[in-house]
Nanobody, 122 residues
Framework: VQLQVSGGGLVQAGGSLRLSCAAS????????MGWFRQAPGKEREFVTA????????YYADSVKGRFTISRDNAKNTVYLRMNSLKPEDTAVYYC????????????????WGKGTQVTVSS
């Protein structure tokens, strides 16, 4: 199983980025997908998740209204659109897969992608 994350980078505050996570080696439509992030010196935290069907989405309060998660089961890919970025969004972002789960708890995920750095300058 591979979760290939792409799309990180450096952006000014107020800017936007889109992250992608392309999955292979699993039946993608059977997995809830989540995005998590980890800032230096902090624990990994939940950002957003989407159910295996795409019908339900969940957001951390800190990103609600600014971030949007979506998935394309035909492309085995989950996306994270990040708007109105703030310096406090700076972190390494990870995607993860949760077999028929809701992808909220980092300890309960089945597979992880390698992270991508997102840096928001003020």
């Amino acid at each position: 199983v591979q979760l290939q994350v792409s799309g990180g980078g450096l952006v000014q505050a107020g800017g936007s980025l889109r992250l992608s996570c392309a999955a292979s080696g699993l039946t993608f439509s059977n997995y809830g997908m989540g995005w998590f992030r980890q800032a230096p010196g902090k624990e990994r935290e939940f950002v957003t998740a989407i159910s295996w069907s795409g019908d339900s989405t969940y957001y951390a309060d800190s990103v609600k209204g600014r971030f949007t998660i979506s998935r394309d089961n035909a492309k085995n890919t989950v996306y994270l659109r990040m708007n109105s970025l703030k310096p406090e969004d700076t972190a390494v972002y990870y995607c993860a897969a949760d077999y028929y789960g809701y992808a909220h708890n980092p300890d309960g995920m089945d597979y992880w992608g390698k992270g991508t750095q997102v840096t928001v300058s003020s």
